[in-house]
């Protein structure tokens, strides 16, 4: 078995290597390897790009550089518990998305990227989630919040336990 | 076209339809059975040729024909990338047919894979899709042990994998070079084309990409025949022999200022007001429309005098746009400025150029800072001009780009500026009194809200 590391774990590293049969090429691997890191670490700090480097045989300035064009992975901290994707394209701006998106932040006391104090919720700005049917909604966590009015904004902050401010 | 049934969705609100009983019990994978046991590789591809099949992710072109850009008598791999990076702003019917048929799209797969001899499929799921991801996944596992994939698929010599793959949240990995660069690990940058991935495509190998719906349909045309999806649509124009045509049926998205917005299937060529009246329960709050994209946000924009176009593929070229797209429809009604729709529109442009061409890396961001400076009441009737320029420069039309992204952020700057000329200009008047006829450089606004 191969031993663990000081940022990757024993598991993430059996994890990734379960994946490698699947490709004919280990740099393949980076965004699997990458999303096993931040799913259990919710951030990847750049000891672990180094790590997951070393494991794909890349050099750390390749993985670094794919992980960076997705603007996904948090480096410095972790991000909060939950992560909360509020769309702001067009469907969603149409019904609502941008003061739903402003009542959570207000409530929250955080801007979009930002982690609350009590690091239970970090808030994000989507894209089209592709669920313009209930617009306007956020994705946190794998939940879809659909049809979201800031009265479901409120429940879904009561409901996540992040104190709120105001 | 009244007695039209839904096919593509025709396992929408069964009980437990995402799994493979249900789809066998709807007469799922029997297509799969008889192709590989009495038809040749080649003939799938006869069958998709002749059912003028055209890719649903966007760009239309015709499937069968793709197929055969493969080289001949490869030694393989070859690459099959199913594209379930569904991004384009107002669309959801692949998840949709993920996350309830599954297996119809799974049929489609196999089914593509063993036309093209590809013994691996990827399929890249964007990472906002967490639902489709594990109905996909289940799916995926039914088939393993039914003997649907693996080796030596149902006892013929046909084997098969499929795989998953996570994307990030970038739009850009729908672009099919993107997604490949992206799948291979490096940063989504779309690659030059030629060579094209039929000739060299994931892993320097031939490689097919095709969307999920169009797989979908590849399910239904093997299994209800060439003239069943040939007798859907609008046919060639016997005019124009270069008109491949619009058959079969299609998934639109309909969103926005609709009372049911929704995915619909309808045959290709319903127009933007039957979408509206029949399937939409018509404009909300008893308002007026105004406008319409017509197949994403990429595709422009219509008037509402324009809603009579039929959505096929060449319906909304000759209104100006840019094409039918993903076939999203979203409604904006009679209260919506359009400044704040082209706002919106080159927000996500801006923020999701890959930033690889000059001519989109700054063009969209530049567009984007003069239509907050515009909102911010600093506007010029000058902006107007330049932002129409930007967009009839950039992209792989005029020729200066190397993917469609930058077509598609130009084409609802230049509709818009175009068709609400008046409007924007009325805009520009009315919140900057004193300076809107300055002809001279101005800087921007210091906030600008692209990343
Ligand atoms: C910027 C951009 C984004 C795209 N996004 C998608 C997408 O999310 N899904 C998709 O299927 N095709 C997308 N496409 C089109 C693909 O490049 C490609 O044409 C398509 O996946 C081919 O499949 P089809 O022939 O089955 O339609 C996009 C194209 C561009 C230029
Ligand atoms: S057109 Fe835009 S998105 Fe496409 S490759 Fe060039 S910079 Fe990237
Ligand atoms: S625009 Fe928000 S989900 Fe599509």
């Known amino acids: 078995m191969i031993a663990p590391r000081k940022i990757l774990t024993a598991e993430m590293i059996a994890a990734i290597e379960a994946l490698a049969p699947r490709y004919p090429d280990r740099r393949a691997l980076t965004l699997p390897a990458l999303h096993i890191v931040n799913d259990s670490l919710r951030y990847v700090p750049l000891e672990a790009v180094v790590e997951v480097a070393e494991l794909l045989g890349l050099k750390p300035a390749e993985v670094q550089d794919s992980l960076s064009f997705y603007e996904f992975f948090h480096q410095d901290a972790p991000a909060g518990i939950v992560r909360a994707w509020v769309c702001r394209s067009i469907s969603c701006a149409l019904r609502g998305g941008e003061e739903v998106m402003e009542h959570l932040c207000r409530k929250a006391g955080v801007r979009p990227g930002e982690t609350t104090s009590d690091g239970l919720l970090t808030v994000e700005v989507a894209e089209c989630l592709g669920a313009c049917d209930f617009a306007p909604c956020m994705l946190a966590g794998s939940t879809l919040y659909k049809n979201l009015t800031p009265e479901k904004m409120n429940e879904f902050l009561a409901h996540s336990k992040v104190s709120c401010h105001e | ?451």
Not at chain 2, 28 to 54: F, H, M, N, W
Not at chain 2, 143 to 155: E, S
Not at chain 2, 400 to 412: E, V, Y
Request: aromatic share 10%; net charge neutral.
């Open chain 2, 1 to 451: 076209m009244s007695d039209f049934q839904p096919v593509l969705l025709a396992g929408i609100g069964i009980t437990d339809s995402f799994t493979r009983a249900s789809y066998e019990e709807r007469g799922g994978y029997a297509a799969l059975r008889q192709t590989l046991t009495e038809k040749k590789p080649t003939d799938v591809i006869d069958i998709i040729k002749a059912s003028g099949l055209r890719g649903r992710g966007g760009a239309g072109f015709p499937t069968g024909l793709k197929w055969t850009f493969l080289p001949k008598d490869h030694p393989g791999p070859i690459y099959l990338c199913i594209n379930a990076d569904e991004s384009e702003p107002g669309t959801f019917n692949n998840r949709i047919l993920m996350e309830e048929d599954p297996h119809q799209v799974l049929e489609g797969t196999i089914l593509s894979a063993y036309a093209t001899r590809a013994t691996t499929a990827y399929i890249y799921l964007r990472y906002e899709y967490p639902a489709s991801w594990d109905r996909m996944q289940s799916a995926i596992d039914e088939c393993y042990a039914a003997g649907y994939l693996g080796n030596k698929i149902l006892g013929s010599s046909f084997s098969l994998n499929i795989y998953l793959h996570r994307g990030a949240a970038a739009y850009i990995c729908g672009e099919e070079t993107g997604l490949i660069e992206s799948l291979e690990g490096k940063r989504a940058w779309p690659r030059i084309k030629p060579p094209f991935p039929a000739v060299e495509g994931l892993f320097h190998k031939p490689t097919v990409v095709n969307n999920i719906e169009t797989v979908a349909c590849v399910a239904q045309i093997v299994r209800r025949g060439v003239d069943w999806f040939r007798s859907i649509g609008v046919p060639s124009d016997p005019a124009n022999p270069r008109d491949p045509g619009s058959y079969g049926p299609k998934l639109y998205c309909l969103s926005g200022h609709v009372n049911r917005p929704g995915c619909y299937e309808a045959p290709l060529g319903i127009t933007v007001r039957e979408l509206i009246d029949r399937f939409g329960g018509g404009v909300w709050k008893n308002r007026k429309a105004k406008a319409a994209i017509p197949g994403g946000i990429s595709m422009g924009i219509l008037t509402e005098a324009e809603f009579d176009t039929p959505l096929d593929f060449s319906g909304p070229g000759k209104v100006g746009c840019l094409g039918l797209g993903t076939a999203a429809v979203v409604v904006l009604d009679e209260t919506v400025s359009m400044i704040d729709f082209l706002y919106n529109s080159c927000r996500f442009f801006a923020h999701e150029s890959c930033g690889q061409c000059t001519p989109c890396r700054e063009g969209t961001s530049w567009s984007l800072r003069m239509i907050e400076r515009i909102r911010a009441g600093k506007g010029r009737i000058k902006d107007l001009d330049l932002l129409l320029e930007i967009g009839t420069t950039i992209g792989m039309m005029p020729g200066t780009t190397i993917c469609g992204l930058a077509d598609g952020a130009g084409w609802p700057i230049k509709n818009t500026i175009k068709k609400f000329r008046d409007e924007c200009e009325d805009y520009v008047k009315r919140t900057n009194p004193t300076g809107w006829m300055v002809n001279e450089p101005v800087p921007a606004l210091a906030i600008v809200n692209g990343h």
